[in-house]
């Protein structure tokens, strides 16, 4: 179990702020202090699920979000702080949009990134408009996790809902309307939207016209710098702990994942092993043409968050567990040896796109592969052949990443998958061919909403040094192994 990277209250230095995650299954809320550490026991989750359907839907309750967050916030700071709290750093799941009308009502359920339902859309957008243009100029791809498409799709779709609506928001800016009464849009979440120029931070006209909305329609994209206070707000009157805060405007999960671990520095990459897997870089330069395979979101005038991601990483885990008879406690196999061994040419390969393919192609359509399969091939093999096909699917994210950013000096990593199997590290730093630090923290992309925070209101405070589990070195022997899987596997994922 990953240790927790805490502090004792009464040990706890202040101003203190608190982080709020919304994530795919729950809303959280804890409480830091000045130097970053989770504060006690000052935790809380809501637990939930996305509404789901054969025909693409993927929603949540934007209401039912808002109360999740109070209730994590009252219990959260049940009790005396030795401090006050001075800001709210908040993220959510990338990339959602609700409809909401003159009153501040919500006319939808938030639509997730995970809702496909305008693959239509999509498919007539890629036709009428420049992508490849669209593309480095937002930093996004036309596709069904952004707005453009979503927009259309409730234009044509649902006519009576989409005249009524007066505004159009993330689900954090909608949040922030319900407690602070009025919206608060993240630079970095209206860039995970796909609509703004990551250069400029100002919305693209041809996508305006391409959704059939006006600038004025969708918030105002706000940095970090420019909070808002939660004196005299609703929050303010509900939690009066809260009254001399300050609220930062949301940004996506991403850019906090990278936060949260320490993977902010130059030439740092950070990697995300969870259900679905990443590897971002926060850069404060220019990142010139942008790779096919890469998104790049505007955080604020000086940094982008650029990289890209995978629908299917933990995810693959689950699968072979439940496919292939491995015991759903992975500990019950020696993976040490098995995924700690040097590779073999008569290993499995396996294409791991359960659920499509997102980083490098794009390909919704794109299914998963098991190649090099024999009546010999065991369970355990075909463990061993789906941790190597993650393995090459972070390495051709690594190689576009390269291009931008140059080679890592360092890559920081944490995740859920990881905690279940450590011993496939071997075969990811085989494939990248750079060591991995494991770092030793849990709830890393509520921590990383927290930093946030503490950058704008309590900038000048030391932070606590992140604590590394274990540093995994690459064996150089390995790499023409995965070099040339790497040249097998982009043919295999294209017929998928």
Not at 30 to 42: I, K, L, N, Q
Not at 347 to 352: A, G, I, R, S
Not at 385 to 398: D, K, N, T, V
Not at 436 to 462: F, W
Request: negative net charge; aromatic residues 6%; glycine residues 10%.
């Amino acid at each position: 179990m990953t240790p927790r990277f805490s502090i004792p209250t009464d040990d706890a230095v202040g101003p203190f702020v608190v982080g709020l995650d919304v994530g795919s299954g729950g809303s959280r809320a804890a409480v830091y202090d000045a130097s970053g550490r989770e504060v006690g026991t000052r935790h809380h989750k809501v637990e939930h699920a996305f509404t789901t359907a054969a025909d693409g839907t993927s929603t949540i309750d934007a209401d039912q979000i808002v109360e999740e967050l109070c209730v994590a916030m009252e219990t959260v700071l049940d009790g005396a702080l030795p401090g006050p709290v001075v800001g709210i750093g908040v993220d959510t799941f990338a990339s959602s949009l609700v409809a909401v009308d003159a009153s501040g009502a919500a006319l939808t359920p938030c639509i997730t990134y995970a809702d496909t339902r305008c693959r239509d859309q999509v498919t007539a957008l890629r036709e009428e408009l420049d992508a490849v243009a669209l593309h480095d100029r937002t930093g996004s791809r036309l596709h069904s996790s952004y707005n453009t498409p979503r927009l259309r799709w409730l234009r044509e779709e649902h006519p009576d809902v989409f005249s009524r609506a007066s505004s159009f928001m993330a689900l954090g800016e909608y949040v922030a309307l319900k407690l602070l009464g009025e919206g608060v849009l993240g630079t970095a979440s209206a860039a995970w939207g796909g609509m703004i120029d990551r250069r400029t931070g100002e919305y693209v006209p041809e996508l305006l016209e391409a959704a059939g909305v006006s600038a004025d329609l969708l918030g105002a994209p706000r940095d970090p710098s420019q909070g808002q206070p939660v004196a005299g707000s609703p929050l303010a009157q509900r939690i009066p702990a809260l009254a001399d805060a300050t609220w930062i405007p949301v940004v996506g999960d991403g850019l906090t994942a990278n936060l949260g671990i320490g993977a902010v520095g130059p030439g740092t990459w950070g990697i995300s092993t969870a259900t679905s897997g990443a590897i971002r870089q926060l850069l404060d330069t220019g990142t010139g043409t942008l790779p096919g395979g890469l998104w790049a979101y505007r955080v604020d005038a000086r940094r982008t968050l650029v990289g890209s991601a995978m629908s299917d990483a933990g995810r693959v885990l689950d699968f072979a567990r439940t496919r292939f008879a491995i015991p759903e406690d992975v500990s019950q196999i020696d993976t040490e040896s098995l995924l700690g061994a040097a590779p073999q040419a008569g290993n499995p390969l396996v294409v791991p796109f359960l659920s499509g393919e997102r980083g490098t192609k794009w390909r919704d359509s794109a299914r998963a592969v098991l190649a090099n399969v024999s009546a010999s091939t065991t369970a355990e093999d075909l463990l061993r052949g789906c941790f190597e096909g993650l393995a090459l699917s972070y390495l051709r994210i690594a190689d576009q990443l390269r291009e931008v950013g140059g080679a890592p000096q360092r890559i920081v990593l944490s995740g859920g998958m990881t905690e279940n199997a450590p011993a496939w590290l071997h075969l990811l730093a085989d494939a990248l061919q750079t060591p991995i630090d494991h770092v030793a923290i849990s709830r890393s992309t509520m921590r990383g909403a927290a930093l946030l925070a503490l950058e704008q209101t309590v900038p000048d405070a030391e932070r606590a040094p992140i604590p590394v589990r274990s540093t995994i070195e690459p064996v150089a022997a390995h790499a023409d192994y995965y070099r040339e899987r790497l040249a097998r596997f982009e043919i295999l994922a294209d017929v998928a």
